[in-house]
């Protein structure tokens, strides 16, 4: 079983920027650097859907709602996978979860962090 744990999120008026963390504290640095990182949201009666992934590698990939808004980066060093975000919008309300995931297809996750933007 893979540990992750989140931090960062909160309230934020529309227009503003928040950072979350997520930190892979039970893994060794080799392990972590074999996983894809990212980070997936869900809204209240929506399906979860992707927000930011980065390889080991560092190569990235962004949903479309995000792109250009939202920036995912990695410390292998620190097993920590970072999203900036910012200009957040109502729409940006959502449950935001941490994921690990393997080439084998096995996924893990992150008990979720809350982020709200009123309208």
């Known amino acids: 079983q893979v540990e992750l744990v989140e931090s960062g999120g909160g309230t934020v008026q529309a227009g503003g920027s928040l950072r979350l963390s997520c930190r892979a504290p039970?893994?060794?640095?080799?392990?972590?650097?074999?996983?894809?990182m990212g980070w997936y949201r869900q809204a209240p009666e929506k399906e979860r859907e992707l927000v930011a992934t980065?390889?080991?590698?560092?190569?990235?990939d962004y949903g479309a709602s995000v792109q250009g808004r939202f920036t995912i980066s990695r410390d292998n060093s620190r097993k920590t996978v970072t999203l900036q975000m910012n200009n957040l919008q109502p729409e940006d309300t959502a449950v935001y979860y941490c994921?690990?995931?393997?080439?084998?297809?096995?996924?893990?996750w992150g008990q979720g962090t809350q982020v709200t933007v009123p309208s």
């Open positions: 994921s690990a995931s393997l080439s084998s297809g096995a996924q893990y």
């Open positions: 039970r893994m060794i640095t080799s392990t972590f650097n074999m996983y894809k």
């Open positions: 980065v390889t080991s590698g560092r190569i990235t």
